[in-house]
Every structure is written in C-alpha cells, then in structure tokens.
C-alpha cells in the first residue's frame, strides 16, 4: 500500500485533498522517494536500547597525559603531519532548542565583538594546524534544511582564514517525524515533514557524497569527528591522537570526569566487552553512585562527542545497521485543516541515529580524559545549563575575549 492510500495517514490525505492534480503527482514521487520502515521503530522504541551487560573502564586519566605528554603530542604531531588525520565537524542538527532559523554555527557568541560559533572553531583547529605547520582536511556535515546557508557563510568568511582546498561540505539524509501515532506530519500542503536522521551516519553520508575517493586520496587514518555546539573543542588534538595511537586502539573518546553522580551524560563504559556508553537513564543508581578505593566515581567519565576513529574500520562497519533512537521533538507542521502549527511543547517523533553508537561497534577505545573548564562548553540552550550563557562565562575562564 502507498503511504497515502493507508486512511490513518491524515496529513498526508488532508494535504492532498487541498492539493491539484499536478502538485499531487509531484508530492506522490516525493512521498516515494522516502523510507518508511523508519516508522516500524515506533513500537520498538522501549527496546531499541536493550542494552548487555556494563562494566567500568578505566580512563586514561589527566595526569598520565601530563606525564606522557611529550611523548603523545610527537606522535600525534608525526600523524598530522604526515596527512594521516582528517576531522569532521557534525553540523547538520537543526539546534531546536536554541530555536535558531539559521545554522547554529553562524551564532555569534561574542558580547563586544563579532565571534561566530563556527569562527571560533575554525580558531581552534588553527592552534593545531599552526603548531604541527600542516593541514587537516576538515569535512563538514550538513542537512538539506542548513546546507546552502552554511556553504555560504564559510565563503562569506573566506573559511575564516583556512584554506578552501581543505573544506569539503556533505549532506547527510533525512527521515520522515510524525505524530505519536506514525501520522506522518506535513510541513506544507506538497512537502512532507522531513528532519535531519542523526549524527550517527556522518560517515555513510560521506561515503555516499563520493568522499571516501578524497579520504583515501589524502592518506588519511584517523578522522576526528566532533559536535558544532562545544566553543571550546579541540580539534585533532595531537595529545588526543597520539593517545589513542599508543594505546594501539581503534577509536577514542574525550572524557569529561561527572561533576556529580547524577550528571545527565554519557557515560564511557563497556558493554558485553565491547566499548559502549550508558546513557544517564540507563544508569541504576547502584552504578551511578558506586565508587572506587580512592573515592572516585566507578562510572566516572562522560563523553563530550568528540571521538576519533581508525578511518580503515569505518570503512569496515560502514554498512552496519545502527540502532535507530525515536526521539520526541517540537515538530512544525499543516493540521488538517491547513493551518500551520508551531508547537510550544513536543508534539512527536523524530527518527535518529547517534555516533555514540558508534563507539560500540568498535574493538576498544580510549577514554581520554579533559579538562572540562577548558574542553567542554556546549552550548545547546539560550540560558541556564549549557547555554551561550555558561559557554561564555567557560570562554572567559579561557582567556578568550569576548
Ligand atoms: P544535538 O543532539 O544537540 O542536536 O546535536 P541539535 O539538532 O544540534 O539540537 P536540538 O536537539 O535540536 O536542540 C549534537 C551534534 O550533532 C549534530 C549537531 O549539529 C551537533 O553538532 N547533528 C545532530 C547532526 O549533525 N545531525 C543530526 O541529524 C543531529
């Protein structure tokens, strides 16, 4: 059965009520066009993240990288160099929460001067690039709702100083957001409500876009991929990359220690063997609270998504199916009546994938501890908890002007 031959579809069969003969054809070839056994993921939303069994892993903790820390940086350094490091900047969200109409990295986050979000992490990238007087390839994912705006900014900015033959952009795919019953919403009378399906399939997107040919080309190894919304992130840092090369792992993980045990992240962990990260919700209070001899939290280490993959086993897993998370969103959209809808409070599901998951599909990784003050302000609200207000006050501790 087509999509809007099923009665329960309402949106989609209001809109096309609405709709001429011509604007339905075209919207039957778009509504055609989509996968619509992401829906299917509704009824095993409580099951999606049945999880093994958890254990502790120690992390590679800030004073061992103090006192291997020559010996880290030259190797990362010698990676970097050498070309064998690319980074991926995860820019294709939407940034509800901030309730932006533009992508969020053209944020301007300074107070007294112009500094915008994806400047800023250009800056970043610089310090490394400056320091090892070589370049690294930075990709950078978008959605079809931000693409162009993006694309267009960085040349505005002239790539805010970097060169332009080492920035590629990429469009990662969309999925169908419906309501809490799988009626697929409508953005207009002729579009279906489509939104970005996650972070987590960057790197089949990349393949997709026709990138691995440029990835094997430059010789690249290590791909360091990390979220747009963190000001302070430090990107293929060479401490982080000579870490996990002499550790002999295939991935890492930049770790932040809890503040407190109810600390609402992820926590790096393992999983029937395997590196996974436990979500705070998936934590019992016994594993939330349980402490080590010298007092320290057992599940002590959150991630702050900045990982880095061995680029050979991504090719690998590539095809992998990842789990698919139903996640409640403020979602726009064409009531039945043909009003348009601005939700206050969510209203459905969205259909994603996380690079979290990713983490699992791994052999091992490293958790590499930072330091929060200095690695980690996300900004993901205006106010409050990690907002543009907590991120500036954190860019302040920096010593960056604002
Ligand atoms: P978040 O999970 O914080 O989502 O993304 P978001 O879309 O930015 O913000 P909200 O939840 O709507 O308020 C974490 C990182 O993953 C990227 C984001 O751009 C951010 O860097 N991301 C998220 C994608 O690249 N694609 C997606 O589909 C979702």
New binding site residues.
């Given amino acids: 059965m087509k999509i809007w031959e099923d009665e329960k579809q309402i949106y989609i069969r209001a809109a096309m009520e609405a709709n001429t003969p011509e604007e339905n054809e075209a919207l039957k070839a778009k509504l055609q066009a989509v996968d619509w056994s992401v829906l299917d993921h509704i009824s095993r939303r409580e099951t999606v993240n049945e999880r093994g069994v958890f254990a502790p892993l120690a992390a590679v903790e800030v004073g061992e990288i103090e006192a291997r820390r020559e010996e880290f940086k030259e190797l990362g350094l010698r990676a970097i160099r050498a070309g064998k490091v690319g980074a991926v900047l ?9 309730g932006l109409d533009r992508p ?1 990295g053209t944020m301007n986050i300074g107070i007294e001067r112009e500094l915008f979000l994806f400047e800023q992490l250009m800056r970043n990238l610089m310090d490394v690039t400056d320091e090892a007087g070589a370049y690294v390839p930075l990709y950078v ?1 978008t ?1 079809n709702i931000n693409h162009d705006d993006t694309e267009a900014f960085f040349k505005e900015h002239e790539f805010f100083g970097y060169p332009e033959e080492h920035v590629k952009f990429f469009v ?1 795919e969309m999925n169908p957001a419906c309501d809490y019953e799988g009626r697929v919403y409508m953005e207009s009378n002729t579009k279906a409500a489509m939104s ?4 987590g399939g960057w790197f089949g997107s990349m393949v997709r876009a026709g990138l691995l040919g440029d990835i094997r080309d430059r010789g690249i190894e290590w791909l360091n991929v990390f ?3 963190n000001c302070l992130q430090r990107i293929a840092d060479p401490l982080f990359v000579g870490a996990t090369i002499a550790y002999g792992c295939e991935s890492g993980a930049k770790v932040v220690r809890k503040a407190t045990p109810d600390e609402r992240v992820g926590v790096l962990c393992t999983e029937d063997g395997r590196p996974s990260i436990a979500e705070y919700y998936e934590m019992t209070e016994e594993m939330a609270t349980a402490r080590k001899e010298n007092g320290d939290l057992l599940y002590g280490f959150g991630v702050i ?1 900045n990982y880095l993959f061995s680029e050979k086993k991504l090719e690998e897993i590539a095809d992998a199916r990842m789990p698919v998370h139903v996640v409640e969103k403020k979602i726009p959209y064409r009531g039945t009546d043909g009003s348009i809808v601005a939700p206050e409070t969510p209203n459905g599901y969205k259909f ?1 994938t996380l690079v979290l998951d990713m983490v699992h599909m791994m052999k091992d990784c490293v958790p590499y501890e930072v330091v929060r003050e200095r690695e980690f302000a996300p900004i ?1 609200n205006l106010h409050g908890v990690d907002s543009l207000d907590s991120a500036r006050e954190l860019m302040k501790g920096c010593g960056i002007e604002l």
């Fill in positions: 995860l820019a294709g969200g939407q940034g509800t929460r901030l969020k994912m959605s990662q970005p399906n996650g972070n979220a747009v919304d998504l994603e993901k």
